[in-house]
T-cell receptor, first 112, second 114 residues
């Protein structure tokens, strides 16, 4: 069985500050891990994914995430927040079937 | 560019009505998915399909059914809509049945059942 827990349903940062969104997973098989972003009134789009090639994964818009097996974590970071980063972020895990299990989501607010 | 189209952005229905949500993808993808999105619960998988006429239950299939008669189209059916099915419904597709495949999402249908 697989599951994802996102710590913090709302995160607020100032523009230019570090963004850290936390994700922990549980998986009985080697996982594939994803971060998706949802802007208002839009569907989800892929930010980045981990597929075992490298533990530090770089995505679009300056985001990156590090896979830490010992901590079962896949936290999302960005060194400097921009107003346009305000959105809802979802962490997700899958095994070999292509079926994606999502976390509860974290809403990122960026203050000027 | 890749496109997943959901037929309605907003839908209002009455309790007991039969509701059809339509999703079309133009990418010749094998896999299609229906999720519902609720605040604080994230996305939960209702049904998915690996091929035409094939379907598998997700985590919350109760009260729903699906149809996939053509590869590009995946329909979600609420046989008798209830107020607890008021939600945002998201359709998605992916190319192959592999765990590392990216999902492409539609913009969603906000369904209100009164």
């Amino acid at each position: 069985a697989q599951s994802v827990t996102q710590l913090g349903s709302h995160v607020s940062v100032s523009e230019g500050a570090l963004v850290l969104l936390r994700c922990n997973y549980s998986s009985s098989v080697p996982p594939y891990l994803f971060w998706y972003v949802q802007y208002p009134n839009q569907g989800l789009q892929l930010l980045l994914k981990y597929t075992s090639a490298a533990t530090l994964v770089k995505g679009i818009n300056g985001f990156e995430a590090e896979f830490k097996k010992s901590e079962t974590s896949f936290h999302l970071t960005k060194p400097s927040a921009h107003m346009s980063d305000a959105a809802e972020y979802f962490c997700a895990v899958s095994g070999n079937t292509g079926k994606l299990i999502f976390g509860q989501g974290t809403t990122l607010q960026v203050k000027p | 560019d890749v496109k997943v189209t959901q037929s309605s952005r907003y839908l209002v229905k009455r309790t007991g009505e039969k509701v059809f949500l339509e999703c079309v993808q133009d990418m010749d993808h094998e896999n299609m998915f229906w999720y519902r999105q609720d605040p604080g619960l994230g996305l939960r998988l209702i049904y998915f399909s690996y091929d035409v006429k094939m379907k598998e239950k997700g985590d919350i299939p109760e009260g729903y059914s699906v149809s996939r008669e053509k590869k590009e189209r995946f329909s979600l059916i609420l046989e008798s809509a209830s107020t607890n099915q008021t939600s945002m419904y998201l359709c998605a597709s992916s190319l192959y049945t592999q765990g590392n495949e990216k999902l492409f999402f539609g913009s969603g249908t906000q369904l209100s059942v009164l």
